[in-house]
């Protein structure tokens, strides 16, 4: 007997799953619920996944993948001084990861309530702090200055989406570039 072949791949219910997960939160990524919202049965879910919760590890595993090192791979790829670097990341955070800001919030917000996602988060975070110091410890010789640099960066990229106050002199885009420039008003001068 030949496999029943399903229209909705392991892809689409995985985008669902983050889309709910986002919108609406993490209680809100049932199967059933999934299912629904994409006029299929039950049956047509457990064709790509054992469970919710190997959906949901699958959810992170594309977290990880299409994140941090995606980015930091684009980074190294284009190259430059570390400033350059730095500035090329922030680049595409604040373009290209805008649409993702929201799926962070309700990721870090799932954390809050199980401690298993909350370590996976706290190593994905590590990570990226790590090659945001990294990159400032090439700039700076006090390793405090270059963690202290690399945290308020982090800061702006997962923080920026929480400031509900609006923008009176200049566009969100022009403040955000004006705060990651304000990171380097103080650059050593290279002999």
Not at 16 to 31: C, N, Y
Not at 72 to 86: N, Q, T
Request: hydrophobic share 40%; with cysteine.
């Amino acid at each position: 007997m030949d496999k029943p072949v399903s229209k909705l791949s392991r892809e689409d219910w995985i985008d669902l799953a983050r889309k709910k997960l986002s919108e609406e939160g993490i209680d809100k990524v049932s199967i059933a619920g999934l299912a629904r919202d994409l006029s299929v049965t039950k049956g047509s879910f457990y064709w790509h996944f054992r469970d919710r919760d190997d959906l949901l590890q699958a959810m992170l595993a594309r977290w990880e993948e299409t994140g941090s090192e995606v980015v930091f791979s684009e980074v190294e790829r284009v190259g430059g001084d570390p400033i350059r670097r730095l500035k090329h990341m922030s680049d595409i955070v604040f373009r290209r990861y805008r649409d993702q800001l929201n799926f962070e919030m309700a990721l870090r917000e799932w954390g809050r309530k199980d401690p298993k996602i909350l370590q996976i988060i706290r190593q994905e975070d590590e990570r990226r702090m790590d090659y945001m110091k990294g990159l400032f410890a090439e700039i700076y010789d006090d390793p405090k200055i270059a963690e202290a640099k690399a945290w308020l960066l982090f800061s702006l990229y997962v923080g920026e989406i929480i400031i509900a106050a609006p923008m009176k002199e200049q566009s969100r885009e022009e403040l955000l570039w004006n705060c990651l420039e304000s990171l380097f008003e103080d650059t050593p001068a290279k002999t």
